[in-house]
């Protein structure tokens, strides 16, 4: 087995997060940052003295602001520092991360802060997203991230009830999660007596896919703070979690090939079997303890665990049926509520990472998963169907 | 184990146009891809280049997630494909990060920008400050430039004779540069007549919109002669962020140039850049850009900037060979430009323009109004 | 309990531990009576002592005190309380005594209580009452031109039926549902009042299922606009947070390239036109300036369809504004993918399908485009894709 060859190895030693609310008129965009920033140093018991480096990642035209780590310097702390910007889309707060263990790895910066924000209360998100096809042609035909396509394929393969009831099931469980975490945007309450009901007169917003399956738009951001193995060995204020490795998988912008058919792989299933080849890992569902998902809508998540965990046939439809996804399934997904129920895009992918370590550490409060948590994946996505993967451990076990 | 070094093995630059009506910058990046391929012979995937990183910016492409648009022509399917979302100089500093960490050996760079493609560039940097005060002041990085040339020339006695003699200079190189944009041949009489534009920069003291697109393949040190017999070692690198807010900042102190200078020499081992350095190339949108990025760099005193020009440093010390900024780069990758020169003139590919024996180069960029951030990286041959 | 002032003698002493500043009282051994005449009135005792501050109703004899306050009725002892009759014009006119240190109560009490304020009123906030002045919070200027009809179906406590007419800038409101109605809104009245008084998360209500829109959704969404926002009489004046409203346009010219430029030029003789992969021979439309599977360059072009079957749509009923425009799309529209006559089975074509079609449209459906009168090379050369099965 090839292993992951680091220059050296790199914790997660700090974690902030702000509320995620759907306004946050209470604050502009620095003060947000400055928020995420602040608890984030504060959880690490640091202050910016030790931080070497800041990376910091959003979307410009959602907020239609021009390189905007410009205006927050001073409040993200780069002033005086090193700095670099990194984007990609929705996938971003997981590129930052990832971006943040190169840094650190590297030997060239000790200490290295992320921070990802959005303010999506200060523009159009639906608008900003369609913005994103090529002005030629598709910036027509696209409506933002909305699509039934993934509801379409499902209901082709495993039949319409089956499908439609498991992901009202998948999004009610989601709620319940996010009912016990209290950073959450959007907690609605829902109960499973609902499903019938919701799976009827929730609004339609395109084909099967109805609001109540969709993710919220929210104004929020976080920072986490990592650093390299001699530094966690010096001691830190609260337990490391190590990134042990991982892996991007992006695709061209052209979605002709997506709906033809004959379907290609997707960049979800190709992104897992990298990452897991060279780790070692055969079997996902077992090795890991928790699943932080970025899982726009539920039939999405639906799907794209499939893919994620390289299951095969209706085994996904099972587990979930089976209530193997909740806090004391097999393997929990979204214990924070997911992207369903909080969505600031820009710190979107790094909540997953953040909330997957803060399981590890045992420190998520309400909806800390009960049996102990030792392997963590956590996943991000953005751009046309992008993928980025992340494995966090309790242990340095490589 | 990880790798100790990394090398630039091969550039490949787009000639920089003002105005590439017939191309999107998708038939431009390929261009210089196949260009960088045919140099190279690198392929993608297993063993291959394991992770693109782009340099673009959405408001300069006019869409969210500008890397989105070019992810298939650059080659990112199935791949890691990241995006500089800062000046392009710092998708070099990244990438070198990214090997040195051992998480990958091959790292594929490609930039673009097309800054005809929107009404106004002043429109877009007007965006770069906030959006309660800054933005309603009608300030943009044009005429925060003219703040700072306005406090700096008070301060180095740079005159408007000697920013028409950096132009004429700046233009005699660009037509040796078949990737220069522009390549006319001025006299100072006319750089002295242009228009003023934001007192005290005139017309020809700004570099003119321009379209363009860099590559470059960097490699670990154990695979750097797979692809080239000429690897240019990355020795140093460092940014530095200096505050937004005028009213923050000393705008003639170089205070994030000089901590960023002092940051990548000391990562190089380098105690003096001017010794040192054969070559400078720097980011110089304006030219009062020039002698101060200079000062910045160490290659002249504090406010000395005046006296540099005067006693001919820009001749002594080889910069801008290219032409510079100042002869036409998109802002966001002028960077890229600039390290794409140094390392031709490292691996004696410089053409006419080439210094002879060039052991060391500096490349530097600028980002954020009035130089508020700086990014330096050092390579050696 | 008689009320002067907006207040009672009772609230003023039940407020008193509240407002006591033991920080204050540090050293102050005090205990004063109080005896207040008339209805409303009765007698008090505070006791001071070790920072801390008990006040107890005392029936009969007050007892031994430091000092005694005596009013002759409680509009006098609410009204000096609240600086509304001056003390020493009450002292002077004797409806108000004092036995002992005058002085060293008016310096004392101020020093270790808070002053004294009336509460707000607490006013009864019903569905029916925020609706039946909704005239009053109406904005012709920002209604001029509309007509709509909209109606709530309120249930449960302080429920109803109610029908908005909005038209000629005028607003009125009646009990009943319409029959021809924009749009209804079910939810229980209790729903509705927490939604204008800013409890409840209108569009939290509307996605978890609490609110009901039947009928056109837009219309629903834009009622907002023509009122002035409901102020809850109840609450408690926050600090005002400004917004700035601005939109940021930055005029743009696209270059077509090559490629793209071949595709337009196509559609201006009725021509699909899609590249082809070199390796692996898939036929790529839009046609794309390489295989992004086998990185090659594309340089052969075939022509695709017209013809062809519906492989996946998006029926859209959400209402976006269009980037290009910024006008909003007429819902519902579809986006289909087409797999065009002659196209390899990777790739699909997107476009509208016409819209009487919308009802028939299925994975499967046959179809095929029809052309503007005079194509130009542009986006709307196709009018859409008619279904021909």
Same mark, same amino acid.
């Given at each position: 087995?090839?292993?992951?060859?680091?220059?050296?190895?790199?914790?997660?030693?700090?974690?902030?997060?702000?509320?995620?609310?759907?306004?946050?008129?209470?604050?502009?965009?620095?003060?947000?940052?400055?928020?995420?920033?602040?608890?984030?140093?504060?959880?690490?018991?640091?202050?910016?003295?030790?931080?070497?480096?800041?990376?910091?990642?959003?979307?410009?035209? =959602?907020?239609?602001?021009?390189?905007?780590?410009?205006?927050?310097?001073?409040?993200?702390?780069?002033?005086?520092?090193?700095?670099?910007?990194?984007?990609?889309?929705?996938?971003?707060?997981?590129?930052?991360?990832?971006?943040?263990?190169?840094?650190?790895?590297?030997?060239?910066?000790?200490?290295?802060?992320?921070?990802? =924000?959005?303010?999506?209360?200060?523009?159009?998100?639906?608008?900003?997203?369609?913005?994103?096809?090529?002005?030629?042609?598709?910036?027509?035909?696209?409506?933002?991230?909305?699509?039934?396509?993934? #509801?379409?394929?499902?209901?082709?393969?495993?039949?319409?009830?089956?499908?439609?009831?498991?992901?009202?099931?998948?999004?009610?469980?989601?709620?319940?999660?996010?009912?016990?975490?209290?950073?959450?945007?959007?907690?609605?309450?829902?109960?499973?007596?609902?499903?019938?009901?919701?799976?009827?007169?929730?609004?339609?917003?395109?084909?099967?896919?109805?609001?109540?399956?969709?993710? /919220?738009?929210?104004?929020?951001?976080?920072?986490?703070?990592?650093?390299?193995?001699?530094?966690?060995?010096?001691?830190? #204020?609260?337990?490391?979690?190590?990134?042990?490795?991982?892996?991007?998988?992006?695709?061209?912008?052209?979605?002709?090939?997506?709906?033809?058919?004959?379907?290609?792989?997707?960049?979800?299933?190709?992104?897992?079997?990298?990452? =897991?080849?060279?780790?070692?890992?055969?079997?996902?569902?077992?090795?890991?303890?928790?699943?932080?998902?970025?899982?726009?809508?539920?039939?999405?998540?639906?799907?794209?665990?499939?893919?994620?965990?390289?299951?095969?046939?209706?085994?996904?439809?099972?587990?979930?049926?089976?209530?193997? =996804?909740?806090?004391?399934?097999?393997?929990?997904?979204?214990?924070?509520?997911?992207?369903?129920?909080?969505?600031?895009?820009? #710190?979107?992918?790094?909540?997953?990472?953040?909330?997957?370590?803060?399981?590890?550490?045992?420190?998520?409060?309400?909806?800390?998963?009960?049996?102990?948590?030792?392997?963590?994946?956590? /996943?991000?996505?953005?751009?046309?169907?992008?993928?980025?993967?992340?494995?966090?451990?309790?242990?340095?076990?490589? | 184990?990880?790798?100790? &070094?990394?090398?630039?093995?091969?550039?490949?630059?787009?000639?920089?146009?003002?105005?590439?009506?017939?191309?999107?910058?998708?038939?431009?990046?390929?261009?210089?891809?196949?260009?960088?391929?045919?140099?190279?012979?690198?392929?993608?995937?297993?063993? $291959?280049?394991?992770?693109?990183?782009?340099?673009?910016?959405?408001?300069?492409?006019?869409?969210?997630?500008?890397?989105?648009?070019?992810?298939?022509?650059?080659?990112?399917?199935?791949?890691?494909?990241?995006?500089?979302?800062?000046? %392009?100089?710092?998708?070099?500093?990244?990438?070198?990060?990214?090997?040195?960490?051992?998480?990958?050996?091959?790292?594929?760079?490609?930039?673009?920008?097309?800054?005809?493609? $929107?009404?106004?560039?002043?429109?877009?940097?007007?965006?770069?400050?906030?959006?309660?005060?800054? &933005?309603?002041?009608?300030?943009?990085?044009?005429?925060?430039?003219?703040?700072?040339?306005?406090?700096?020339?008070?301060?180095?006695?740079?005159?408007?004779?000697?920013?028409?003699?950096?132009?004429?200079?700046?233009?005699?190189?660009?037509?040796?540069?078949?990737?220069?944009?522009?390549?006319?041949?001025?006299?100072? %009489?006319?750089?002295?007549?242009?228009?003023?534009?934001?007192?005290?920069?005139?017309?020809?003291?700004?570099?003119?919109?321009?379209?363009?697109?860099?590559?470059?393949?960097?490699?670990?040190?154990?695979?750097?002669?797979?692809?080239?017999?000429?690897?240019?070692?990355?020795? %140093?690198?460092?940014?530095?962020?200096?505050?937004?807010?005028?009213?923050?900042?000393?705008?003639?102190?170089?205070?994030?140039?000089?901590?960023?200078?002092?940051?990548?020499?000391?990562?190089?081992?380098?105690?003096?850049?001017?010794?040192?350095?054969?070559?400078?190339?720097?980011?110089?949108?304006?030219?009062?850009?020039?002698?101060?990025?200079?000062?910045?760099?160490?290659?002249?005193?504090?406010?000395?900037?005046?006296?540099?020009?005067?006693?001919?440093?820009?001749?002594?010390?080889?910069?801008?060979?290219?032409?510079?900024?100042?002869?036409?780069?998109?802002?966001?990758?002028?960077?890229?430009?600039?390290?794409?020169?140094?390392?031709?003139?490292?691996?004696?590919?410089?053409?006419?323009?080439?210094?002879?024996?060039?052991?060391?180069?500096?490349?530097?960029?600028?980002?954020?109004?009035?130089?508020?951030?700086?990014?330096?990286?050092?390579?050696?041959? | 309990?008689?009320?002067?002032?907006?207040?009672?003698?009772?609230?003023?002493?039940? +407020?008193?531990?509240?407002?006591?500043?033991?920080?204050?009282?540090?050293?102050?051994?005090?205990?004063?009576?109080?005896?207040?005449?008339?209805?409303?009135?009765?007698?008090?005792? @505070?006791?001071?002592?070790?920072?801390? *501050?008990?006040?107890?109703?005392?029936?009969?004899?007050?007892?031994?005190?430091?000092? +005694?306050?005596?009013?002759?009725?409680?509009?006098?002892?609410?009204?000096?309380? @609240?600086?509304?009759?001056?003390?020493?014009?009450?002292?002077?006119?004797?409806?108000? !005594?004092?036995?002992?240190?005058?002085?060293?109560?008016?310096?004392?009490?101020?020093?270790?209580?808070?002053?004294?304020?009336?509460?707000?009123?607490?006013?009864?906030?019903? *569905?029916?009452?925020?609706?039946?002045?909704?005239?009053?919070?109406?904005?012709?200027?920002?209604?001029?031109?509309?007509?709509?009809?909209?109606?709530?179906?309120?249930?449960?406590?302080?429920?109803?039926?109610?029908?908005?007419?909005?038209?000629?800038?005028?607003?009125?409101?009646?009990?009943?549902?319409?029959?021809?109605?924009?749009?209804?809104?079910?939810?229980?009245?209790?729903?509705?009042?927490?939604?204008?008084?800013?409890?409840?998360?209108?569009?939290?209500?509307?996605?978890?299922?609490?609110?009901?829109?039947?009928?056109?959704?837009?219309?629903?969404?834009?009622?907002?606009?023509?009122?002035?926002?409901?102020?809850?009489?109840?609450?408690?004046?926050?600090?005002?947070?400004?917004?700035?409203?601005?939109?940021?346009?930055?005029?743009?010219?696209?270059?077509?390239?090559?490629?793209?430029?071949?595709?337009?030029?196509?559609?201006?003789?009725?021509?699909?036109?899609?590249?082809?992969?070199?390796?692996?021979?898939? +036929?790529?439309? @839009?046609?794309?300036?390489?295989?992004?599977?086998?990185?090659?360059?594309?340089?052969?072009?075939?022509?695709?369809?017209?013809?062809?079957?519906?492989?996946?749509?998006?029926?859209?009923?959400?209402?976006?504004?269009?980037?290009?425009?910024?006008?909003?799309?007429?819902?519902?529209?579809?986006?289909?993918?087409?797999?065009?006559?002659?196209?390899?089975?990777?790739? *699909?074509?997107?476009?509208?399908?016409?819209?009487?079609?919308?009802?028939?449209?299925?994975?499967?459906?046959?179809?095929?485009?029809?052309?503007?009168? !005079?194509?130009?090379?542009?986006?709307?050369?196709?009018?859409?894709?008619?279904?021909?099965?």
């Amino acid at each position: 087995m090839k292993k992951h060859d680091k220059n050296r190895n790199v914790a997660i030693i700090g974690i902030g997060q702000t509320t995620l609310s759907s306004h946050k008129e209470d604050q502009n965009q620095v003060e947000m940052v400055n928020e995420a920033v602040k608890n984030a140093l504060a959880d690490a018991n640091m202050t910016l003295d030790d931080i070497d480096c800041i990376v910091h990642g959003n979307m410009e035209l =959602f907020e239609m602001q021009f390189q905007p780590d410009m205006w927050h310097a001073l409040d993200c702390g780069s002033y005086g520092k090193e700095e670099f910007r990194i984007t990609t889309g929705g996938t971003v707060g997981a590129t930052l991360v990832c971006a943040s263990d190169s840094l650190v790895a590297s030997g060239q910066y000790d200490t290295v802060l992320c921070l990802g =924000f959005e303010k999506l209360q200060e523009g159009n998100t639906t608008g900003g997203i369609t913005n994103m096809a090529d002005p030629l042609w598709f910036r027509n035909l696209q409506t933002g991230a909305l699509t039934s396509s993934t #509801a379409n394929e499902m209901i082709k393969e495993f039949g319409k009830e089956r499908v439609l009831r498991a992901a009202m099931k998948y999004r009610i469980m989601i709620d319940k999660h996010a009912m016990l975490n209290e950073r959450a945007h959007r907690r609605l309450g829902l109960e499973y007596d609902q499903l019938e009901n919701l799976m009827e007169t929730s609004p339609q917003l395109v084909g099967d896919l109805r609001l109540i399956h969709m993710c /919220s738009q929210s104004d929020g951001a976080c920072a986490m703070v990592l650093t390299n193995e001699d530094r966690v060995k010096k001691g830190t #204020a609260k337990p490391p979690v190590w990134i042990r490795d991982h892996e991007t998988s992006h695709r061209g912008e052209n979605m002709s090939n997506l709906y033809g058919a004959q379907k290609p792989k997707s960049t979800h299933r190709d992104c897992a079997e990298k990452l =897991f080849m060279r780790n070692g890992i055969t079997n996902p569902l077992e090795y890991f303890d928790v699943f932080e998902m970025y899982d726009p809508s539920a039939f999405w998540g639906l799907d794209w665990l499939r893919e994620f965990l390289l299951l095969k046939d209706d085994e996904v439809l099972k587990l979930m049926e089976a209530n193997e =996804f909740d806090l004391d399934g097999k393997l929990p997904v979204n214990p924070s509520g997911g992207v369903i129920a909080s969505n600031p895009i820009g #710190a979107t992918a790094m909540l997953r990472p953040a909330e997957a370590a803060l399981q590890i550490r045992g420190d998520a409060g309400g909806h800390q998963i009960k049996k102990e948590v030792r392997h963590a994946l956590a /996943s991000g996505f953005g751009g046309t169907l992008w993928t980025v993967m992340l494995m966090l451990e309790k242990e340095l076990n490589w | 184990m990880a790798t100790k &070094r990394v090398a630039i093995c091969a550039v490949a630059q787009h000639k920089n146009e003002p105005d590439l009506w017939y191309k999107r910058f998708q038939n431009m990046l390929l261009d210089v891809l196949e260009d960088l391929q045919g140099q190279t012979g690198f392929k993608y995937g297993e063993n $291959g280049v394991g992770i693109i990183v782009s340099a673009s910016d959405d408001f300069f492409d006019a869409r969210t997630i500008s890397n989105n648009g070019v992810t298939d022509v650059i080659g990112g399917q199935y791949l890691a494909e990241e995006k500089m979302a800062q000046e %392009g100089l710092n998708a070099i500093g990244y990438a070198n990060a990214i090997i040195l960490s051992g998480h990958k050996d091959l790292v594929l760079i490609m930039g673009h920008c097309k800054e005809s493609q $929107g009404e106004s560039r002043n429109m877009i940097t007007n965006c770069g400050f906030d959006p309660f005060y800054g &933005r309603a002041t009608g300030l943009d990085y044009l005429n925060a430039a003219g703040l700072q040339a306005q406090a700096y020339m008070r301060k180095s006695g740079l005159t408007d004779d000697q920013l028409a003699e950096i132009v004429v200079r700046s233009r005699q190189w660009a037509a040796r540069n078949p990737y220069a944009n522009a390549q006319e041949v001025v006299p100072a %009489g006319k750089v002295k007549a242009s228009p003023m534009l934001c007192d005290p920069i005139r017309q020809l003291h700004a570099y003119p919109v321009s379209d363009g697109a860099v590559g470059l393949l960097l490699a670990s040190e154990e695979r750097a002669r797979e692809f080239t017999d000429n690897p240019v070692w990355i020795t %140093g690198f460092a940014n530095c962020m200096d505050a937004f807010f005028f009213g923050d900042r000393d705008l003639t102190s170089n205070f994030a140039l000089k901590k960023a200078t002092a940051n990548a020499c000391r990562r190089a081992g380098i105690q003096d850049l001017k010794k040192a350095a054969d070559v400078a190339e720097v980011m110089d949108c304006y030219a009062y850009q020039q002698p101060m990025w200079m000062e910045g760099l160490g290659f002249c005193g504090d406010g000395e900037g005046g006296r540099f020009i005067a006693e001919g440093g820009p001749g002594k010390y080889r910069v801008n060979l290219s032409g510079g900024t100042l002869a036409g780069n998109p802002m966001i990758i002028s960077g890229l430009y600039r390290a794409a020169e140094a390392t031709l003139q490292l691996q004696g590919g410089a053409g006419d323009r080439q210094v002879p024996d060039a052991k060391c180069a500096v490349a530097h960029s600028t980002n954020g109004p009035a130089g508020q951030f700086h990014s330096v990286l050092i390579l050696e041959a | 309990m008689a009320e002067f002032f907006g207040t009672t003698v009772a609230d003023i002493f039940n +407020t008193m531990p509240k407002r006591f500043k033991p920080e204050a009282s540090k050293g102050v051994d005090v205990v004063i009576g109080y005896d207040c005449g008339g209805e409303g009135g009765g007698k008090w005792k @505070l006791t001071v002592k070790d920072q801390a *501050a008990r006040i107890e109703t005392v029936e009969g004899d007050l007892g031994p005190c430091t000092a +005694t306050i005596i009013a002759s009725d409680a509009e006098t002892f609410i009204g000096v309380t @609240l600086q509304k009759i001056g003390a020493i014009d009450a002292l002077s006119q004797g409806k108000m !005594k004092v036995i002992g240190d005058t002085r060293m109560l008016m310096t004392l009490l101020p020093q270790i209580f808070v002053q004294y304020t009336v509460p707000a009123k607490k006013t009864e906030v019903t *569905a029916r009452g925020i609706l039946s002045a909704i005239g009053e919070r109406f904005r012709p200027d920002k209604a001029a031109g509309v007509t709509l009809k909209y109606g709530y179906d309120l249930t449960g406590e302080g429920g109803g039926q109610f029908t908005i007419t909005i038209a000629n800038g005028t607003c009125t409101l009646k009990e009943g549902l319409d029959a021809d109605l924009a749009v209804k809104m079910t939810m229980e009245a209790a729903t509705y009042v927490g939604m204008m008084t800013g409890t409840i998360d209108g569009a939290a209500a509307f996605t978890s299922g609490k609110v009901r829109i039947d009928g056109d959704m837009m219309a629903a969404a834009a009622t907002g606009k023509y009122f002035d926002k409901y102020v809850d009489p109840n609450a408690e004046e926050a600090e005002e947070l400004l917004s700035l409203k601005k939109i940021t346009s930055i005029n743009q010219r696209f270059a077509t390239g090559p490629v793209m430029g071949k595709w337009f030029a196509g559609l201006r003789e009725k021509k699909l036109l899609a590249s082809v992969c070199p390796v692996c021979r898939r +036929t790529l439309i @839009l046609p794309q300036e390489i295989c992004q599977f086998c990185h090659v360059r594309t340089k052969e072009y075939v022509e695709l369809g017209p013809e062809g079957y519906v492989t996946n749509f998006d029926l859209v009923y959400f209402a976006s504004p269009d980037p290009l425009s910024g006008e909003v799309r007429d819902t519902p529209y579809a986006c289909a993918w087409i797999m065009l006559e002659g196209a390899t089975p990777e790739d *699909a074509f997107a476009f509208e399908i016409k819209k009487e079609d919308l009802p028939k449209l299925k994975i499967g459906s046959r179809v095929r485009p029809t052309w503007a009168e !005079k194509p130009t090379g542009s986006f709307r050369d196709i009018l859409y894709f008619e279904i021909i099965d």
